[in-house]
Nanobody, 127 residues
Framework: QVDLAEAGGGSVQAGGSMRLSCVVS????????FGWFRRAPGKEREALATINKYGNTYYAGSITGRFTISKDNDKNTLYLQMNGLNVGAAGMYYCAAAVSWRGHCYELQQANDFRYWGQGAQVTVSS
């Protein structure tokens, strides 16, 4: 069982930055593949980024160069740093964890690859 607790959502002006956090408990960080997802209003859940046990990262083309996924194993925390936010970035953001690969994932993983999910953090971007 992996428990994920997100923090850091809120409102930001277009062009601004925000960092989301996801505190992880119940499983060893270095045996987990993590992902960040976004569900924009009226749209399907979208995979944004994946990070594996080695810290290798994989991104959706739409956010490459602006968003950064990272983790701190000592703090049991996953992060998503978002820069250059635009109105289209608004939505509910979710962290997710998969343990079946023991941390070995080597591409951008999709939603059905993850078993454990955070509660979501709302991000609003104003123009």
């Amino acid at each position: 069982q992996v428990d994920l607790a997100e923090a850091g959502g809120g409102s930001v002006q277009a062009g601004g930055s925000m960092r989301l956090s996801c505190v992880v408990s119940g499983y060893a960080m270095d045996s987990i593949c993590f992902g960040w997802f976004r569900r924009a209003p009226g749209k399907e859940r979208e995979a944004l980024a994946t990070i594996n046990k080695y810290g290798n990262t994989y991104y959706a083309g739409s956010i490459t160069g602006r968003f950064t996924i990272s983790k701190d194993n000592d703090k049991n925390t996953l992060y998503l740093q978002m820069n250059g936010l635009n109105v289209g970035a608004a939505g509910m953001y979710y962290c997710a964890a998969a343990v079946s690969w023991r941390g070995h994932c080597y591409e951008l993983q999709q939603a059905n690859d993850f078993r454990y999910w955070g509660q979501g953090a709302q991000v609003t971007v104003s123009s």
